[in-house]
């Protein structure tokens, strides 16, 4: 059974800074492509950045410059940092990723992190 847990979130100040983490653990082959996506209240799921394999990465409008997604294949654990944070960044951080495990692939989400930034 594949698990994603995040941990990493909290409350800062805007214009503060925080690292969200995701491991992945399980009987894990490979994983492929890797995002970070973010619900506020009341809105819709959206992506905040992805990063490939090969690490190519993609970032929405709102977060180019001040986000940052890596992985770090080894410890099958990928990270959003996360700089010049606003308010409007404040929702709960879910970690997404395509897994290959020894007798299947999906897709696997994680429980969620929540960001709070305060004005």
């Known amino acids: 059974q594949v698990q994603l847990v995040e941990s990493g979130g909290g409350l800062v100040q805007a214009g503060g800074s925080l690292r969200l983490s995701c491991a992945a653990s399980?009987?894990?082959?490979?994983?492929?492509?890797i995002g970070w996506y973010r619900q506020a209240p009341g809105k819709a799921r959206e992506l905040v950045a992805t990063i490939t394999s090969g690490g190519i990465t993609n970032y929405a409008d709102s977060v180019k410059g001040r986000f940052t997604i890596t992985r770090d294949n080894a410890k099958n654990t990928m990270y959003l940092q996360m700089n010049s944070l606003k308010p409007e960044d404040t929702a709960v951080y879910y970690c997404?990723?395509?897994?290959?495990?020894?007798?299947?692939?999906?897709?696997?989400w994680g429980q969620g992190t929540q960001v709070t930034v305060s004005s």
């Open positions: 997404n990723a395509y897994i290959v495990t020894v007798t299947t692939g999906g897709n696997y």
């Open positions: 399980g009987r894990i082959i490979s994983i492929k492509t």
